[in-house]
Every structure is written in C-alpha cells, then in structure tokens.
C-alpha cells in the first residue's frame, strides 16, 4: 500500500526519525495543519476577490503571497511553546485570527471559543501575547488565591491614563503600593479598605439602600397614573430610573446626576465607547462621543467636590475623598469617580431589567413571586390633609431576604443566565497553576462567566437553560459546600469580588418587589421574547439588551388609589448572595 505523501504526514514522519517523543510529532502535525488551513483559508479569499472583480489574478497572486509568507513566517519564526502549557488553540489567519476575533465579537470571543473547545483551559496567541482561556472551577480558585502572581493591578496601571485621562502625576500616584504588598498606604488600598467597609452590611448601607429606594419610588409612582397605564420604553426607563437613583445614593442630594439630568446619557454614552476609550488610539476621533461625554460628567463630579458635596453624601464617598486628600490626588477626584461609577452603574442597571423581563415573561413565577410579596407587605390608613382617609402600604425590606426566597432566587439565577464577563489576571512571573500547567510571564489569564455558569457538571442537566428555583434548591442542600465556590462569576471572585454587591443585592430585589406587586405589564406586541444581549461590551458584567422592549405598565385591578411606600424597619443591607 503506498504512502501518504500529505506535507503533515511528511512531517509526522520526519519528526518520527529524529527521535521526539511521540506526543511531540502528533503536535507537530497539528500545528503544520492547522498552519495549512491559515494559507487554505487566505487562498479562498483571494479565488473569491479575483472572482468579484476581474483583475485577472493580480489580487490573487497578491493575498496568496502575503498567505504563504505569513504561513511560513508563522511556522518557522513564530512561538515556541513550552509542553507543560495549556493546550494551544491555533488561529486560521496567522498573527492576527484572534484578535480578529476579539474586535469582532468582544468579549464573547472567549465564551465562543470555550464553547467550541470544552477545555478546562487553553493558550491563544495574539500578536506578541499569550492568553490563557481557565473555564474550570478548581483552576479559577487557583488562579484566585496565587493573587500576587497571578494579578489585577498591571490592568489598573495600563488603563488608568486612558480610561481616567490623566496624566504622569496621577498615574504615579494609582500605581503606589496599588496591591498592597508594602503595607497599609497608597491610595488603592486606602480607597479600596473605605469602600469595603461603607458597602459590608452596616448602618452606612442601610442609609444608602434607603436614599436609593426613597429616590427611585419617584420614578415608579407616575407609572400607575391614567387609566389607559403608560406606555414606556423598559430599557430606557429602567436606565433613568436607576442612574439617577443610584448615584443619589452614593453623592446625597447634591447629586449632579439629579440636578443635571443630561449626566445620564453623557455617562452611558461614555460607556458605549469605553473600548476604543481603553485602547488609547485617536480617541478623540474614534470615540469621540464618549471622549466629549467624559468631559462633561468628569467635570460636573469636580464641581460637587469643589462645593463640598461629599459632606453630605454616604460614607463611600466620605472615604474617597479623604483618599485623595490624603494622597495628593483632590485634583482628579472628578475623574477618579469614574471608577466608582462603572462600580455603581454598569451591572445593577441592566441585570434590574432581566430580572423584570424574566418575571413578567413566565406568568407562573409572577404569580408566585407576588405571593411572597404580598406576605411582606404591611396596610394601613393614613388621613389626608382634606380629611379623608387613604390606604397605605408598605413592603417591609428587611424581610425580602427571609420571606421572599423564590424572588430572591429568580435574582441570582438572573445574574447566572445573563453574565457575560471576564475575570483578568496578569502572570507576573513564570509558575505553574496548580501544578498541572505552566503560565509564561507577562501572559494574560482569562476567565469567562458564561462558560462556568453553564457546566452541566455544576449546575445540572438544564444547565443552560432559566430555572427561577434553582438556588431554592440549593439553599436546601444539606451541605452547601457542595457548590463549588468559583462557579458563580457575578461578581469576580478572590481579590477582586465585588465589594458593592450586597448594596446591589439589596436595590434590584427591592425595586423588583415594587414593581411586581403594584403593576401588570405587557409587551406592545402582545407577545414576551427575552432580547439577546448588546455584544460586545468589555466594562460590564451583565450586558444591557441589543433591542429595548415597548411595554405598557397598568396599575394591578384594586390598587387604585392605594399609596405605596418601601418600609424600612430594621436592616435593610443585609442580603447573602451566592459569590465566588
């Protein structure tokens, strides 16, 4: 029988004869294929240009050239990868697939990727860079607790002056002792300590889940008035409603984002270019809009630190400012609250209207969840200036967590379903991860959400699909540390978990309970479908919908003229929340 004559098998056997270990050939082999498929792939892109225009081979000849230098090029000079690293994922356009790649589908680049190749972990090479894609429970906690090795802070130094748009000074002054490693100074870990302790469930919190929900009832009040109900965009709604009463929370009532209500599309307009913004090329032109909105809302946080604001605000933003006092940095509190913004803003906003959709879409869990609700709330009469009386009543918040289970469930698994983040690290030296895979220094660790989010193996057969009971469940296991705790990516994990989600916690599960006990709400078509989600975004967890939805929202039949307020007996902060 005669022999194949493939270039990969030429090299299998090549290989073959000067000894590797067999393993090393196989390699080899795939690495020349799939190198082969790269010069295949630009081949047919050129075939097909000749054929669309007629240039008689010239385009041709032209991109198939470029195809065999890079191919070659990317086989004899390109990089050489140690046998103990994670399996490579090769790229059919040599160099530059990948990134190719990551501008075309963002973030969700990776989820695509783990998704076609079931790995615990593997390797991409971009230009120059490796990536180390970690979609495993066990080896997301190791890359969790080697945080001195394995992290955030290179992330912090390269995109303070893009995304802050500061300078050499202010940078110098991020970059100090940023991890901590020196002991208790710097201004991250004194802003950082500040924020942990304003946001732990405390007095601090109460007061700032109580102005947030007293400031958003202004916003869910008029959508019972008329009789007809009120036609609303729920996105847009929910995005106004949450940027003003959210940030009330955090500056008080000297908020510029309630004085100045175009802050609000100044700051989301920002956000929609935060990648470009990110990157630092041509800014000004090729994020423009959010370059201008920048200005704009930077300037009015200077403003209320100029006037004193924060006398007047929470205890967060009490610490960060004395932060920057303490350390020089006054001058750029303005643009420093940033940060805090995206902190605040970016995550609770969008997963408050899934949260929404998936209730008011499964007529079954709206019913359930109104029951529990309705057990929560207290009725009263009040007498009224003209000397009649009105009914009034209250959802006490305090007993959300403990009496309303099923919404307090539906919440979390919203944040499962619907969290397409990364977690980053930076590998500061050569190491093994948890002794299996070695990780070259100045590489880029990634760790997507999704893919964890849904492994069968930790979440079950429907792994992939809504279960609104599926932390009722596990609430009832006998022995919760069963669950592995880095298999739910919300809110990161390890030395980056969030410290602002019990605040979130509590603000989207109390809202929800207003809105679901005092209105019905249908979509303009008649008809519920859960939107897909904007692709692409690289700040946030939970990515707001690619389309907003039309509804109507109507008062419920028998809550005419009944006064509804949020109780705030007791703790109002003190939310548990499944976390890695």
């Known amino acids: 029988m005669a022999m194949s004559t493939s270039p990969s098998d030429q090299l299998r056997h090549a290989s073959l004869s000067i000894g590797p270990r067999p393993e090393e050939a196989e390699n080899a082999a795939r690495l020349y294929d799939s190198r082969l498929l790269s010069f295949n792939a630009l081949l047919d892109i050129a075939t097909m240009l000749d054929m669309e225009t007629g240039t008689i081979g010239a385009v041709a000849f032209t991109v198939t050239t470029i195809a065999a230098i890079l191919t070659l090029a990317s086989y004899f000079l390109g990089p050489k990868y140690d046998q103990r690293e994670p399996p490579v994922i090769h790229q059919k356009i040599p160099y530059v697939g990948h990134l190719v790649g990551l501008i075309q589908y963002g973030l969700s680049y990776f989820e695509l990727l783990s998704t076609k190749h079931p790995l615990p972990v593997f390797t991409l090479q971009t230009l120059g860079k490796r990536i180390y894609v970690v979609n495993s429970p066990d080896l997301i906690s190791a890359v969790q607790k080697d945080a ?216 079954d869990l709206l019913a359930n969840i109104r029951s529990e609700i309705s057990n929560i709330t207290d009725e009263g009469t009040e007498a009224t200036p003209s000397g009649t009386f009105k009914t009034v009543r209250s959802i006490v918040v305090s007993r959300l967590k403990q009496d309303c289970p099923l919404l307090h469930s539906t919440y979390q698994e919203t944040l499962r379903i619907q969290t397409h983040n990364t977690s980053a690290r930076w590998v500061t030296k050569d190491t093994m991860l948890a002794d299996q895979y070695f990780l070259k220094a100045d590489s880029v660790i990634q760790m997507p959400g999704y893919p964890v989010h849904t492994l069968s193996s930790v979440w079950g057969p429907d792994a992939q699909s809504f279960n609104p009971h599926r932390f009722l469940k596990l609430e009832k296991k006998k022995d919760k540390s069963k669950q592995h705790p880095a298999s739910f990516r919300s809110f990161g994990g390890g030395a980056t978990l969030c410290p602002g989600r019990h605040f979130a916690t509590a603000e989207i599960c109390a809202a929800a309970a207003m809105f679901v006990i005092r209105f019905d709400m249908t979509p303009a078509d008649g008809k519920w479908e859960v939107p897909d989600y904007a692709h692409g975004k690289v700040a946030s967890a939970v990515p707001p919908p690619a389309k907003d939805i039309k509804v109507r929202v109507t008062s419920r039949k028998g809550m005419e003229g009944v006064e509804w307020r949020f109780g705030f007996e007791g703790s109002v902060s003190k939310f548990e929340v499944f976390s890695g």
Do not use: C
Request: charged letters at 20%; hydrophobic letters at 40%.
């Open 148 to 363: 001195k090795v394995l992290s955030f802070s290179p992330f912090v130094s390269w995109m303070s002056p893009r995304i802050f748009d500061v300078g050499e000074e202010a940078v110098a002054i991020i970059n100090e002792n940023m991890d901590g490693a020196k002991g208790h100074y710097g201004l991250l870990p004194e802003i950082s300590r500040g924020m942990h302790n304003a946001l732990a469930p405390s007095d601090s919190l109460d007061w700032m889940t109580r102005t947030m929900l007293t400031k958003l009832q202004e916003y869910i009040d008029p959508l019972g008035t008329g009789k007809g109900g009120m036609d609303i965009h729920l996105y847009k709604w929910v995005r106004r409603a949450f940027t003003v009463a959210s940030t009330e929370a955090v500056y008080g009532p000297k908020n510029p984002f309630n004085h100045k209500p175009e802050l609000e599309d100044a700051f989301w307009d920002f956000e929609s270019d935060i990648t470009m913004i990110a990157l630092g090329v041509a800014t000004p032109i090729t994020a423009r809009k959010g370059w201008q909105a920048r200005i704009k809302f930077t300037e009015a946080l200077t403003e209320y630190f100029d006037n004193n604001g924060q006398e007047t605000g929470s205890d967060l933003i009490k610490a960060r400012w004395a932060g920057n006092v303490k350390y020089g940095a006054h001058s750029y509190g303005g643009r420093f609250e940033i940060g805090n913004l995206i902190g605040v803003l970016i995550n609770a906003t969008p997963t408050f209207f899934w949260v929404l959709v998936h209730v008011f879409s499964r007529p």
